[in-house]
């Protein structure tokens, strides 16, 4: 398992009160972040496929913030995205992210994604 679940969570970027973390009813071992303050005026939500990956994607949504951006934050959102565009293909991922193939799958296990059986590039 990965430290990775302990990632902390971000207030609501609208009302800065801490979220919610639940199952969410969109699939098997799916979660969903949400704001349930009464007084937020959007109550916004992310899901993920595991519970890290809806914090990841709350944590790294707010587009009104980008000012607080780090380099981290900007990294995880395109590895994230770059999952999602190219349906978790690793070697397209590497290629359009310019980074090393090991180092994609190292990054993408500290956020939570699971090992391949078999990497289709190169083993140890
Ligand atoms: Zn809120």
Excluded at 20 to 49: D, K, R
Excluded at 60 to 84: C, G, S, W
């Amino acid at each position: 398992m990965t430290d990775a679940v302990n990632e902390p969570l971000k207030p609501c970027p609208w009302c800065n009160k801490p979220p919610q973390v639940e199952p969410w009813h969109g699939g098997p071992g799916q979660y969903q972040v949400s704001c349930a303050e009464a007084s937020c005026p959007v109550n916004p939500q992310t899901t993920g496929e595991t519970r890290v990956l809806a914090i990841m994607s709350w944590n790294t949504r707010a587009p009104f913030h980008h000012e607080n951006l780090n380099v981290k934050d900007m990294e995880r959102y395109l590895i994230i995205t770059a999952f999602q565009r190219f349906d978790g293909n690793r070697t397209l991922m590497s290629k359009a992210l310019g980074i090393a193939y090991r180092t994609l799958c190292g990054k993408l296990r500290a956020l939570g994604y699971e090992p391949r059986e078999k990497p289709d590039v190169m083993s140890p």
